[in-house]
């Protein structure tokens, strides 16, 4: 169970799009996701073969349950691995005898030719010790990982002599957290080396690897060592696939009927209130906000926009909002200390300029979905983009990475008259930008006074990651960008 | 187009647009952004939706005559 936000504890399964034998590629949809917000596309993290459907339609279940179990396609096509249900799933043959291997010496691993197809996770902990049994890793590094609850030996480094670096292990926690995989390891879990065929055979016996002692190198499980765990008389493993669902425990209380999909509006509205209650009441007692603010002269913008509109259809005219958007987005990606995350008590720069957009719902409450690379679409596209993010989620058809991965977001309550907006960042995002409504008012202009469409831009940032100094940039960015709209 | 088929054209459109407005809480002159709470993109679509219906162009500078049902129906009967 993805978490969909960072206000999100649990999900119920509403539906799900693929079965067991289905192939599935990374970021296609397989299950509709409910939460306290909304019904939720959610999308395969991986590319490769549906073996099981653990949590079946109906049951509520915390977030980190596993959802589905998918066997990853090899990265080489045809290098080991026919379709279908993969070997290791099946019922070794014998299974109670503990496998005289011992410790698997410099990331051996048992049964298994060299090189090896890529198999689930873990892949790369072979890759790492084997390569570079010997590679010093700084003390700093190592202490990061720790914080990030990474594995060392999970890491493939890009250092000389292949030495993991700092980039390396924030590269990797990034990508964790993106995944927030349909299998995420458990915290405790992740910080114990196990191989990747006792992680498997701990998955298909039930053994929690926090309980098991390791006796490989540097405390690593082996397959031996999970196997030894298991008590006497339970070592029949799970005869079929299907069997695993009994791995997860499922609260009795937390599974709901079928018809988890019909929650009431009234449920709803409460359940989402107290969601955003969670998320906004943690950002306030987080983050230390600062606030700028800044009037734009719109008239460049509205001319150019209104000069544009007049030769195109209804459907291809572009709003107001749009321009500010891009603006935004624009205006972003040269504001590096705005756009990211604050994790573990540092920013952590994103790469791309995912904006979030605040959209407000009819029945009350609202959804805060990415429009992925904004900076880098057209405008014609970001207005289509829009629209369609606005219609899907009013109609609860957003997908679980559109809610998940903003960078930077910006509410506009234009529409609804205000003139300002000084908005409540989204943790672990580290800036908010707020647009009031477009109003004519006086101006001076070149010493007179004169009527100008303007617009209050604010910006709301994390004074941890960033200096008023930095948001006074960013205004003035988007100022001046706001006053350039041919080139947005 | 009559009056009350532009008028009935409009409730039509904006019952798409915004599926939870009260009709009943529309008035000749209540304003249709601001009383029905309509955003520029539900707006952009109440009159995409006119200009299929009806087959007429309907331009930026023509918006502010969309703005109540009355001034609306006028707009669309007129033509």
């Not at chain 1, 279940?61 to 998918?70: D, F, Q, S, W, Y």
């Not at chain 2, 002159?29 to 009383?35: A, I, K, P, Q």
Request: proline letters at 8%; hydrophobic letters at 40%; aromatic letters at 2%.
């Amino acid at each position: 169970m993805p978490a969909l936000g960072a206000d999100m504890d649990e999900g119920t399964v509403l539906e799900w799009l693929v079965k067991p034998g289905d192939k599935v590629h990374k970021g296609d949809v397989i299950a509709v996701i409910d939460t306290s917000k909304s019904a939720i596309d959610v999308e395969s993290f991986f590319t490769g073969t549906v073996e099981t459907l653990v949590t079946g339609v109906g049951q509520t279940v915390p977030v980190g349950t596993v959802l589905a179990t998918i066997a990853e396609a090899p990265a080489q096509p045809g290098v080991l691995r026919p379709a279908g249900p993969p070997a290791e799933l099946k019922v070794p043959e014998r299974p109670a005898a503990p496998q005289p291997t011992g410790p698997p010496a410099e990331g051996k691993i048992p049964e298994r030719p060299r090189p090896a197809a890529p198999r689930k996770r873990g892949k790369k902990i072979m890759a790492a010790e084997q390569a570079h049994p010997a590679v010093t890793i700084s003390p700093l590094i190592r202490k990061r990982a720790h914080e990030l609850g990474l594995d060392l030996a999970m890491l493939a480094g890009s250092g000389p002599g292949g030495a993991v670096t700092r980039a390396d292990v924030e590269r990797a926690a990034a990508e964790r957290r993106r995944e927030v995989a349909l299998k995420p390891p458990s915290p405790t879990v992740s910080r114990i080396r196990v191989t990747p065929l006792a992680r498997r055979v701990a998955a298909e016996l039930g053994v929690d690897l926090a309980g098991v002692t390791g006796t490989g190198p540097g405390g690593a499980i082996s397959e031996a060592d999970v196997r030894c765990a298991v008590p006497a008389g339970e070592t029949t493993p799970a005869r079929e696939a299907a069997s695993v669902s009994e791995v997860v425990p499922v609260p009795e209380a937390a599974q709901r009927p079928a018809a988890a999909g019909a929650r009431s509006g009234a449920e709803r509205a409460l359940s989402m209130r107290q969601a955003i209650g969670r998320l906004m009441a943690r950002s306030k007692r987080e983050i230390p906000h600062y606030y700028v603010s800044n009037t734009v002269d719109m008239t460049r913008s509205l001319d150019w926009m209104h000069e544009r509109n007049r030769k195109l259809e209804v459907s291809e005219r572009l709003v107001p909002a749009v321009l500010l958007l891009k603006a935004a987005a624009l205006a972003a990606r040269k504001a590096p200390d705005l756009n990211g995350y604050w994790l573990d008590d540092q920013f952590s720069p994103a790469g791309a300029v995912h904006l979030g957009l605040v959209i407000s719902l009819r029945g009350g409450g609202l959804l805060t979905p990415a429009i992925h690379d904004a900076a880098d679409l057209r405008l014609a596209e970001l207005m289509s983009r829009m629209r369609d993010l606005v219609t899907r989620a009013r109609a609860g058809r957003l997908r679980g990475s559109e809610l998940t991965d903003a960078t930077i977001t910006v509410t506009n309550l234009g529409d609804q008259g205000v003139e300002s907006v000084f908005g409540v960042i989204y943790p672990p995002q580290v800036a908010l930008i707020g647009f009031g409504k477009i109003t004519e008012r006086p101006v001076a202009v070149g010493g007179l006074i004169g009527v100008r469409p303007v617009v209050v831009t604010t910006l709301s940032a994390d004074h941890r990651a960033s200096d008023a100094m930095t948001g006074a940039r960013y205004l003035a960015e988007l100022s001046d960008l706001l006053h350039r709209p041919e080139e947005l | 187009m009559t009056p009350d088929q532009a008028r009935h054209l409009i409730e039509e459109a904006l019952a798409q647009v915004a599926p939870d407005v009260d009709m009943a809480d529309l008035t000749p002159d209540t304003d249709l952004r601001d009383g029905l709470g309509l955003d520029s993109l539900d707006f952009l679509r109440f009159v995409e939706i006119l200009s299929e219906q009806t087959g007429r162009q309907i331009a930026e500078d023509d918006y502010p005559q969309l703005a109540t049902l009355a001034s609306a129906a006028k707009f669309l009967a007129g033509g």
